[in-house]
T-cell receptor, first 113, second 112 residues
Framework: AAGVIQSPRHLIKEKRETATLKCYPI?????VYWYQQGPGQDPQFLIS???????DKGSIPDRFSAQQFSDYHSELNMSSLELGDSALYFC????????????FGSGTRLTVV | KQEVTQIPAALSVPEGENLVLNCSFT??????LQWFRQDPGKGLTSLLL?????REQTSGRLNASLDKSSGRSTLYIAASQPGDSATYLC???????????FGSGTRLQVQP
């Protein structure tokens, strides 16, 4: 079965650089969520999109932005990277019927040096 | 604001034991509760999803219960195996907000 695809799997950036993470949801899932998981931390919600519109916003820094495109894939853009941005970034998708729950991608490990 | 707590934070058991992981949440107005497994540095694998109207779900050696009124869920693992070693995360979805709120997880080590 198709899963949530994230790219790249690993990314190394220097401070003050920019990074773009991509997420391809499960077909027919119309909602995409982004989470950040720091070392030894639980996942923290960043932002979500429903039908290409931002639906909810969590603890996403102003330096980050995201969008969902017409094919439902989403991109998380991160600028002016800081050392503290080093984390696992997960994307998840769910269908309109939330009762089917979330499916998470394998994540992108971002290391800022 | 929803808060999710998991007890214990870490657990080490010999192979074959039955064990219980606990999850509590402060706001009982939830839409559903999901248990995940995470291996070190890896993604989140969904184990069980319990809707707010349900009391339990079972999958193989796993059984999860939900007591919404008391704000508690338990994950029961029968006949534990070394391959069960991982961090187990409980997450709740609020009735209004679609985002998940996670607990800090229980790190399980099953000794062969």
């Amino acid at each position: 079965a198709a899963g949530v695809i994230q790219s790249p799997r690993h990314l190394i950036k220097e401070k003050r650089e920019t990074a773009t993470l991509k997420c391809y949801p499960i077909p027919r899932h119309d909602t995409v969520y982004w989470y950040q998981q720091g070392p030894g931390q639980d996942p923290q919600f960043l932002i979500s999109f429903y039908e290409k519109m931002q639906s909810d916003k969590g603890s996403i820094p102003d330096r980050f932005s995201a969008q969902q495109f017409s094919d439902y894939h989403s991109e998380l853009n991160m600028s002016s990277l800081e050392l503290g941005d080093s984390a696992l970034y997960f994307c998840a998708s769910s269908p309109a019927r939330d009762r089917d729950g979330y499916t998470f991608g394998s994540g992108t490990r971002l290391t800022v040096v | 604001k929803q808060e999710v707590t998991q007890i214990p934070a870490a657990l080490s058991v010999p192979e074959g034991e039955n064990l219980v992981l606990n999850c509590s949440f402060t706001d009982s107005a939830i839409y559903n509760l999901q248990w995940f497994r995470q291996d070190p540095g890896k993604g989140l694998t969904s184990l069980l999803l319990i809707q707010s109207s349900q009391r339990e779900q079972t999958s193989g050696r796993l059984n999860a219960s939900l007591d919404k009124s008391s704000g508690r869920s338990t994950l029961y693992i029968a006949a534990s195996q070394p391959g069960d070693s991982a961090t187990y995360l409980c997450a709740v979805q609020g009735s209004g907000r679609r985002a998940l709120t996670f607990g800090s997880g229980t790190r399980l080590q099953v000794q062969p």
